[in-house]
């Protein structure tokens, strides 16, 4: 087993999760089986009680695990499936020391940070790097480790001592260190500045790691004599400094680390077992990079939410869209609407952002309405749902999305005007969406109903069928405490509003569709944590095309885009090509 840590310095969320899976990705492309843990130092157990504006959005995966987002970086550059065991946390750490200490598994001894908590950490890294993530079932050959915050935060220092251990351990040809680092460049003397990244190295060295690639975080690309001061003072070779400049597409990273050389040294450094041939999956993410950057067409899409200020919070979503856009071959513009804005109060108290807010909305070609957590901004989200139902706009409501959807129709459609869930009124008479079962209301952390469960379509002529390749079932990834209430179905489909997709059992009513509609589709799963570059999301697909108007065409076609954007189609080559075949 190969081991690639990286670090940070100078500033957190610094692309570190970007370049961690570009890394990956660069060396999957040799044919490698590459697997991915992230170390987040917070003492949660994991991240499903954050606020998005805390810690961006929440990954949710397969076996129900609510993990940090650069997991979903991982699993869509790499195209993947992770557990939960691959985000590790010092709040896992210390529960399972604790645990084993309870159980008198130390023999009395005193029970320290060193050698019992960075012996943990090891050992968790050595156990999960060997599980496999890909669907052949191969055990991964290199494990990429991407440690969060920055060197000398006082919360990793337990792991970098780890890692100090850990490199003798399992000897040197089989652990290197990739060190990112900001060159921040001052707008008043426009030059590169590389004494912070000097400090970085200098901390992290006295640490007792010694990086081995130096990633320079830059705006634009670095001249030769600024990749020289850091390799003389950073003791590595000018070839060891790696310039990750602002690109136009995130795809295009991958590319800008083979281009200076990265494979041939992890090769060389690690002796790893590749041969040097052309890189067919590299060619696709070149394809890939360079279209997005041609397109012309453009696309709009309303995001309604109430986390809007940190794009970070629906990261995922973003990702759907984007590679929703790029397969027809549409340019992404998403207009961010913080739902209150939308409400009767915020006309009252500030008129101008109430209507540039309804501005937005009423241009945008197609309208989202994604997951989220509690009362405020509800009825702006109503109010933006009951507008695309009335004008026509093509809409998809993503968990509580959906849920608010059918408590618009209640209201509008059915005339029950007090529908609502009872999340937000529990005193409601029509109590349309309601706790579920699972629910534990004492305890916050992981009660939800969580990761991949079976959806059976209950319609043949189902749009979201259609698009998903016509089959009866499909897994998606949940995440939610409240559902559909099952005993007033009837109501709804009595006036058109048909639920199409329902769980195995036929209790829960897991997708939505509109008769007569444009595109109306609400899904109580988070179909955008399965979407992936050469394969979107199929609910985002369908919204895409609706948006663009090529929804009905491209059904009648049976799912198949035009020829002028065939080169993008889920039928084509590029999207059934799997990463492990190239």
Known sequence: MKYILVTGGVISGIGKG???????????????????????PYINIDAGTFSPYEHGEVFVLDDGGEVDLDLGNYERFLDIC???????????????????????????????????????????????????????????????????????????????????QFQFKVKRENFCNIHVSLIPQPNTTGEHKTKPTQNSVRELRGLGLSPDLIMCRCSAALDASVK????????????????????SSVYKVPLLLEAQG?????????????????????????????????????????????????????????????HSALAINHKLEVKYIDSADLESTTLQDEPVKYHEAWQKLCSSHGVLVPGGFGV???????????????????????????QLAVCEFARNVLEWKD??????????????????????????????????RRTIFKSSSSVLRKLYGDVEYVEERHRHRFEVNPELKHHFERKGLQFVGQDIEGERMEIIELKDHCYFVGV??????????????????????????????????GCRLSPSSSSSSPDMDVFELKYSSL
């Open 262 to 322: 990265v494979v041939d040294y992890l090769c060389q450094r690690l002796n790893l077992p590749v041969e040097m041939r052309a890189r067919k999956m590299l060619t696709k993410w070149k394809e890939m990079a360079d279209r997005s950057d041609r397109l012309l067409e453009q696309v709009s899409i309303a995001l309604v939410g109430k986390y809007t200020k940190l794009s970070d919070s629906y990261t995922s979503v973003i990702k759907a869209l984007e």
């Open 82 to 164: 992770l557990i939960k065991d691959n985000n590790l946390t010092t709040g896992k750490i210390y529960q399972s020391v604790i645990n084993k200490e309870r159980r008198g598994d130390y023999l009395g001894k005193t029970v320290q940070v060193v050698p019992h908590i960075t012996d943990a950490i090891q050992d968790w890294v050595m156990k999960q790097a060997k599980i496999s993530v890909d669907d052949d079932g191969v055990e991964p050959q290199v494990c990429v480790i991407e440690l969060g915050g920055t060197v000398g935060d006082i919360e990793s220092m337990p792991f970098i001592e780890a890692f100090r």
């Open 419 to 452: 529908a609502n869930s009872t999340e937000f009124n529990p005193e409601t008479e029509h109590p349309v969406v309601i706790d579920m079962p699972e629910h534990n209301p004492g305890q916050m952390g992981g009660t939800m109903r969580l990761g991949k």
């Open 228 to 247: 020289e001061k850091i390799s003389m003072f950073c003791h590595v070779e000018p070839t060891q400094v790696i310039c990750v400049q602002d690109v």
């Open 524 to 557: 109580q799963y988070h179909p955008e944590f399965t979407s992936r570059p050469i394969k979107p999301s199929p609910p985002y697909f369908g919204l895409l095309l609706a948006a663009a108007g090529k929804l009905q065409s491209y059904l009648a076609k």
């Open 376 to 402: 405020r901004g509800t009825e702006g989200k109503i109010m933006a749902i009951s507008w695309a139902r009335k004008q026509n706009k093509p809409f998809l409501g993503v968990c509580l999305g959906m």
């Open 18 to 40: 970007i370049i961690a899976s570009s890394v990956g990705t660069i060396l999957k492309s040799c044919g490698l089986h590459v697997t991915a843990i992230k170390i987040d």
